[in-house]
């Protein structure tokens, strides 16, 4: 199969084309980066060299396409988050109208649909009701946890504070997924023959947040790490003395929020919480050790 896989090579994309192409299909990636055309064409892929914002240039890339992987960049801008996320699903969208590719795969994620109290998850929301205005092609809207690789932000609250933490309690439970997990899991969907729109939940394990103080503690040698639960605006002035922009502390301290009253996690629950990643917190806490 010809396959357009979008996210250049980054913790998803890089293992999806990976295996897909020792699968045997003809992959093009898709990168803003010119700089990433020879680490492309090293691993046996067709770099497509654009911005996600040009839709005659996804338009002329996804021609031909079998399947099309798309997910968006994490944050294009410091500001507008939810709206610029918005607006490049809006762009997969017409690319995909424009040349009718049969079968997508979006990288979604839990929480994504609600509309409220998700923070930047609010985007995906936005994007997988606009994918299901697209006629013929069928999507997958690959809803995944909360990514352990989001826990190396927390190494410099570790190692200035000794404490690691959120605006939630140690007692919530927490769907989280390894990106090697969510490649995997996309690799399924693009070749199926099905065509049909489905959700499918993709998480590596279930933990509270107690857990993952104690485990990635552990594997530091911090067995007694504690997990703190901040305030609201105690977690919004931390993460803004730290650097980040006010739109995306804003939206991380409502996910937080969201996480703490369940609104994130309602639907993957009523889906009876499917696990199916293999990568379990102790086997990812290898790779958080050596990151420290």
Same mark, same amino acid.
């Given at each position: 199969m010809k396959i357009v896989i979008t996210g250049?090579?980054?913790n998803v994309a890089k293992p999806l084309a990976q295996q897909l192409i020792? &699968?045997?299909? #003809?992959? #093009?990636?898709?990168?803003?980066?010119?700089?990433?055309?020879? $680490?492309?064409?090293?691993?046996g892929a067709t770099p497509a060299i654009g911005s996600v914002t &040009?839709?005659?240039?996804? #338009?002329?890339?996804?021609?031909g396409a079998d399947a099309v992987f798309v997910m968006t960049p994490p944050a294009i801008s410091p500001d507008r988050i939810v709206e610029n996320t918005t607006d490049v699903g809006k762009n997969y969208a017409e690319a995909l109208k424009n040349t009718q590719v049969k079968r997508a795969v979006m990288l979604s994620s839990v929480g994504a649909e609600s509309p409220v109290e998700n923070g930047p998850i609010a985007g995906l929301h936005n994007i997988e009701k606009l994918y299901n205005e697209v006629k013929n092609t069928s999507f997958t809207f690959l809803r995944a946890g909360y990514f352990y690789n989001n826990f190396f932000n927390d190494i410099p609250l570790i190692q200035n504070a000794g404490i690691i933490?959120?605006?939630?309690?140690?007692?919530?439970?927490?769907?989280? /997924?390894?990106?090697? $997990?969510? +490649?995997? +899991? +996309?690799?399924e969907e693009l070749v199926k023959a099905e065509h049909i729109n489905n959700i499918r939940y993709i998480v590596s394990d279930i933990r509270k947040a107690s857990d993952f103080a104690k485990v990635l503690g552990t594997s530091i040698g911090k067995p007694d790490l504690p997990w /703190?639960?901040?305030? $609201?605006e105690d977690s919004l002035n931390g993460m803004l003395q730290a650097g980040l922009p006010e739109d995306m502390a804003k939206l991380y301290v409502e996910m937080g929020r969201g996480i703490r009253t369940g609104v994130v996690q309602k &639907?993957?629950? &009523?889906?009876?919480?499917? /696990? #199916?990643?293999? /990568?379990?917190?102790?086997?990812? +806490?290898?790779?958080?050790?050596s990151r420290f």
């Open positions: 250049s090579l980054g020792a &699968d045997g299909h #003809t992959i #093009t990636v898709i990168s803003s980066s010119n700089a990433r055309k020879q $680490d492309i064409e090293s691993m &040009d839709v005659q240039f996804l #338009t002329q890339t996804f021609e933490g959120g605006n939630y309690p140690e007692s919530v439970e927490i769907p989280v /997924v390894h990106p090697n $997990d969510i +490649a995997k +899991a +996309a690799a /703190v639960a901040f305030s $609201d &639907d993957f629950i &009523d889906h009876g919480s499917p /696990v #199916t990643g293999s /990568v379990k917190l102790e086997e990812f +806490a290898e790779e958080f050790s």
